[in-house]
Every structure is written in C-alpha cells, then in structure tokens.
C-alpha cells in the first residue's frame, strides 16, 4: 500500500504529522513517502506540483493531502500559484468524484451556529464533480469585449461546460452511495437560467430511471443554500457540480460545527483517491500549533476504507476519534466551556493513545 504524502503549506505540515502519525499506529504495511507541494513546492523548485510530486502521486494507491495557499502567493502568475497544484493533481489524476460527508458529532453539536434542534443527528454526503464545470472550461481568459455593455473595454471570461458522459458518471455516483445511505438524491443546477445546468439536470434524470429505488429531486442552487441552513436534515446525498459544490460543502461544514472536522475524499475510476481536508492552508493560524487535525486524521480513515480496501482500520480511526470527543479533548475551533482546550499535537497524540488501546485489547 503505497501513499504519497504531501503536506502543503500552513496548518497542512502540521496537521498531516498527526494523520501520519495515526496511520503509523495502526501497525499496517504502508509505504510511505512525503513530498513538497503548493506554495512549499514553488518556493523549493519554482512550481507549485513539480513533475516528482505528481509523479508520486501517480504511481502511489492513495494520496494524503494537507492543504496549499498562502495570501503571499496572490500576484504569481496564476500557473504558479499554491491552487494550481490541488487542481493539478485533481485534472492529472482524473479525480472527478469528491465526497463531502457533512456528519454532527453529538458531542459538537454546541459548537455550531445554528440551533441545536436543525443539526442534531445531522448525517449528508455532498458529492462533487471535481474536474469539469467553470474550473476547467476553455476557453478562459482576458479580452477586448466587442459586446455586452461595454464593448470596447477589457473583460475577464471563462467557460461553464459538462459533457453527458461527465455528469452521467458523477450521477451513477451519487445514486450508488445512495443507495448504501437513505436512498435519497438531490441534484443541484442552476437550470432556470444556465444552459449547462439544464442538461446536467436532464441527464441525471435520465440515469435516475436506471434507480427506481432511489428517490430523485432537482433543487436550484439559491434554494439549496437556504435549506441547508434551514432543514439540512431533510438531505441525503446532494450532487452537483464543482462551483456550486465549492459553495455548498463549505457551508455544509459549518452545520457540523467547524470546518475542521470535515474530511474528503476524491476518487478517479479506479478507486485511487485523494484525501484531503475540506478546509484551507489557514496561514492566519500556521505554526501555532491550534489547528484542529481530525478533518485530516478523518480523511486518513476515508483512505483506508476507499483507496486502501482496510476498512476495519478505518472504523478504528474513526471509533477514536469519536471516543476522543467524547473525553472532552477539543482544538479552539470546537472548544466550548466545560470541555479541554488542546493543542494540534495533543489531539493527535490523544487519538494514537486510543487507536493503541484498542489494538491491545485486540
Ligand atoms: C476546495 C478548495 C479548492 C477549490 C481551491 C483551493 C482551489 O476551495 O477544495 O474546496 O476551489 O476546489
Ligand atoms: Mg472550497
């Protein structure tokens, strides 16, 4: 079981140590091997995904990614700035399906911003088309406008696109992970107004058909948003495509509390994954060692159970984690009176520290 590790910048270095740490007590064959990435990598090698880094990550089963971006990088050239190496690694290795499980630990649900009521029990999964849409359309760019409003002037384009077979593959997806949860799958367009979110909605109600024991609704995107913070319960899976999944998983994040808590995984045809935390770099908090890994440590268990065929050591991760919160251990994000404040490390360490106990108890 080969994994490549690639920390990135920011809280990544920091919180990726402690899922690496996490993997290494569960006493598996893993090989692996780290790598710079993101703005770490620019700065090393003057490119953000050098030819090494993706060509580990090609060859490895999995890999397990921190986070890249800091604000300094901002007026590089677009190419080579930290972005371009997770969405790099997402077109190179063909990673279309991102999984966003958006799940309310009972022991946090204090800690998010909404009513208790809206959120306990709260278990969804956003899955996202990661290689298509606006983030990869063609062609993009700047321009002198010889329409519009203001022709003459200079203006900024890109291009909204899916093809059939890419929204029918993302929706096979999504009903299929349905059908293992409560068989319930929202789409989300924009397709009262956007051409391509008509046929993304046309297309999945044709693979629907294919799934007559999952139930399908349509929700437009604005609508979407309102009812994940007014009945986020009321959602199974949601699919949808890379924008409005960029959006909406990160809202759905702060239903569960704090963004830190939420893990990823994305996956081409041939089950090799990504797995990375939803949230970002946090230059703001880099170095401080406050970040919260357990989105880290968190998506480590989706590796084991998606790219790595180890889904016992998976539930292990998990069980600890749970049984962590349960101790009242908490990083600041989640932190709320009566509970511990502890710091990246010792929340790592405080997850080994029950992985191990449940290995001796066999
Ligand atoms: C995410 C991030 C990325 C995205 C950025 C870092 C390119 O926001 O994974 O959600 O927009 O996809
Ligand atoms: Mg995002």
Redesign the pocket.
Same mark, same amino acid.
């Given at each position: 079981m080969k994994i490549a590790v690639l920390p990135g910048d920011g809280i990544g270095t920091e919180i990726v140590a402690e899922a690496v740490k996490v993997l290494h007590a569960l006493e598996l064959p893993f090989e692996m091997e780290t790598a710079l990435v993101g703005g770490a990598a620019y700065e090393a090698h003057g490119h953000p995904l050098p030819d090494a880094t993706l060509q580990l990550a090609k060859d490895a089963d999995a890999v397990l990614f921190g986070a890249? !971006?800091d604000w300094k990088y901002d007026t590089l050239d677009r190419p080579l700035r930290p972005?371009q190496a997770? #969405?790099g690694l997402r077109k190179n290795l063909g990673l279309f399906a991102n999984f966003r499980p958006a799940i309310c630990y009972p022991e946090l649900v204090g800690a998010s911003s909404l009513k208790p009521e809206i959120i306990s029990g709260l278990d969804i999964l956003i899955i996202r088309e #990661?290689t298509g849409d606006i983030?990869f359309g063609q062609p993009r760019g700047r321009r002198t406008a010889t329409d519009g409003h203001f022709p003459g002037s200079e203006e900024a384009f890109d291009t909204m696109r899916y093809s059939h077979p890419e929204i029918e593959r993302i929706a096979h997806v999504a009903f299929q992970a349905a059908r293992k949860r409560n068989k319930k799958v929202t789409s989300v367009d924009k397709a009262n107004v956007l051409e391509t979110f008509q046929f993304w909605k046309d297309v999945v109600t044709e693979v629907g058909q294919q799934y007559p024991d999952v139930t399908l609704d349509h929700m437009y995107v604005d609508n979407a948003a309102m009812q994940l913070v007014k009945a986020p319960k009321k959602f199974d899976v949601v699919v949808t495509g890379?924008m409005f999944g960029?959006i909406l @998983?990160?809202e759905a994040s702060m239903l569960t509390g704090s963004i830190g808590m939420l893990p @990823?995984a994305s996956l081409n045809t041939k089950n090799q994954g990504l797995y990375?935390p @939803?949230h !970002?770099s946090a230059p703001d908090i880099a170095g401080q060692g406050i970040a919260n890994p357990l989105a880290t440590i968190l998506s480590a268990a989706m590796m084991l159970r998606f790219s790595l065929n180890q889904p016992e050591a998976a539930s292990r991760i998990e069980t600890a984690v749970q049984s962590v919160l349960a101790s009242g251990l908490r990083t600041v994000d989640i932190w709320s009176e009566g509970t511990t404040k502890v710091g990246t490390r010792q929340m790592g360490d405080a997850v080994v520290a029950a992985i191990t106990k449940t290995i001796t108890k066999g």
């Open positions: 890249v !971006g972005e997770i #969405l #990661l983030y890379n960029d @998983s990160d @990823s990375e @939803s !970002g």
